[in-house]
């Protein structure tokens, strides 16, 4: 057949696109295809003999990442990618060497496959990619920038309003507010634009609400237990406004009249589940109230969250009030 002569075959070596090389044991070009002689912008018959470093890569001395001297040494093959300006570009090489029957290596057959199209796409990539990571930083810190605004807003109102229940309706809301303000310069401040680092999330957020309600801190103490976990944020936006709620309730009612306690926040996983957990060694939970149907508002928040995130909450208050929830984190 016409392949198995000797001219079909090297018609079909030429014709390979890729550039392909062949050395013998001290760099020599043996052979190489036309697509490498047209890139070093000779002939193939020009090539033979040649140092392969010295005609390629212009240098007196192999590379410290030649495939050649690594299989010389080893006897196996060889890849790597590599940037290589007499060529025009970015080439994955491979190298595998050529042995005789005995096992002896006689040298090397070198296919670089030029892959400076797939860099150029994947650098276009990178930038729209960072582009849009600045462009989502933008977002986030605008949307932080705003609700601090609307924060700032609620307190400047609740200045003129002379009503103790009303003034800590304002208050409250005020709260929500900087929770899910806080969520947004943490996504502004991360790397990862995604998700956050609840349990350092946690730690500022539980600081921001202790100084907010507690006036002296000698009866109140706040114990937190976090663990550093990441979480999306559409799971930290709802428990975010969660934990507020439990732990502003702790701070408002666990302890009236000076009654001296503390509250202990804890956030860690278990068993492939999250478990966030906040209690107080306060009045206790009342009795006559049912947290699952309530008129109050930070109550329904917490119910209505929980199941949003898909969660469920066990309130335990035998002694004080504890109130855990536990939760699993969708992956899409």
Not at 44 to 49: F, L, R, S, V, Y
Not at 245 to 265: D, Y
Not at 293 to 313: A, C, P, R, V
Request: proline content about 3%; aromatic content about 8%.
């Amino acid at each position: 057949m016409f392949l198995g002569t000797e001219k079909g075959w090297k018609l079909t070596f030429d014709a390979i696109p890729d550039l392909i090389t062949i050395l013998d044991t001290d760099h020599r070009v043996v052979q190489v295809n036309k697509a490498m002689a047209e890139a070093l912008s000779t002939s193939p018959d020009a090539c033979i003999g040649a140092v392969c470093y010295q005609v390629v890569h212009h240098c007196d001395k192999p590379p410290e990442n030649c495939p050649h001297n690594l299989l010389l040494k080893d006897g196996l093959d060889h890849k790597c990618e590599v940037y290589e300006k007499n060529l025009g570009g970015y080439f994955v090489v491979t190298a595998s060497p050529i042995k005789d029957n005995e096992g002896n290596i006689l040298g090397s057959i070198h296919i670089a496959h030029d892959i400076t199209e797939i860099k150029k796409i994947e650098d276009e990539l990178e930038k729209a990619l960072e582009e849009k990571d600045t462009q989502m930083k933008e977002i986030y810190h605008r949307v932080k920038n705003n609700l601090m605004v609307i924060s700032s807003l609620l307190n400047l109102q609740s200045r003129y309003i002379k009503d103790k229940e009303s003034q800590d309706i304002f208050k409250e809301s005020q709260n929500r507010t900087k929770s899910m303000a806080l969520i947004h310069e943490k996504l502004y401040q991360s790397t990862d634009l995604k998700n956050i680092n609840f349990g350092d999330y946690i730690q500022k957020l539980s600081n921001d609400l202790y100084n907010a309600y507690v006036t002296n801190k000698r009866f109140i103490k706040l114990n937190v237990d976090v663990n550093d976990i990441m979480l999306d944020i559409d799971t930290s936006i709802p428990l975010g406004l969660i934990f507020n709620e439990l732990v502003t309730n702790s701070l408002q009612h666990a302890f009236p009249q000076g009654k001296s306690g503390e509250i202990n926040i804890k956030f860690y996983s278990k068993d492939d589940k999250y478990i966030l957990e906040v209690k107080d060694n306060g009045i206790g939970f009342p009795d006559d109230i049912n947290y699952k149907n309530s008129d109050s508002l930070g109550l329904k928040l917490i119910t209505s969250l929980t199941e949003q995130i898909g969660g469920i909450i066990k309130l335990d208050n035998t002694s004080g009030t504890s109130f855990k929830i536990i939760f699993t984190e969708e992956k899409i």
